[in-house]
């Protein structure tokens, strides 16, 4: 028999991100790493990160912008603001959006909670993220 678990969610959407950033954190982590496993190693310097980016098939491709995206959204977390999110957000829907999945149903209950907080608010959530 299935058990499920269900967390009692009270509180702000601070205080929600705040209990979130660090199990997003980790499963951003633990995505990157295994991108990095699977890609061939990356070049430190320009020239050779653009002949690495050139030799790279269509799908190391995609799995190399995934990761650049998921290390943009990990420094994010820790106080540098990634290009295109606001500076002042500490744990943006995207990042939300790529630990969908890969974290345990008790963060995954947190999460949904956030969101809901967050519609309760000014996120208008009637659109999707980004739109």
Do not use: K
């Amino acid at each position: 028999m299935a058990t499920t678990s269900t967390v009692l969610v009270t509180g702000s959407a601070a205080d929600l991100a705040a209990e979130l950033r660090i199990p997003v954190w980790n499963a951003l982590a633990a995505r990157a790493e295994t991108l990095r496993r699977v890609l061939p190693a990356r070049p430190e310097s320009g020239l050779g990160r653009y002949q690495w980016l050139r030799s790279l098939t269509p799908e190391q491709a995609r799995n190399a912008a995934l990761l650049d995206r998921l290390e943009a959204l990990r420094g994010h977390l820790t106080g540098g603001p990634a290009p295109g999110f606001a500076a002042d957000d500490p744990l943006p829907e995207a990042a939300l959006q790529e630990a969908d999945g890969f974290t345990t149903a008790e963060v995954a209950e947190l999460i949904a909670a956030l969101r809901a907080v967050r519609c309760r608010g000014d996120i208008d959530c009637s659109r999707p993220p980004g739109s």
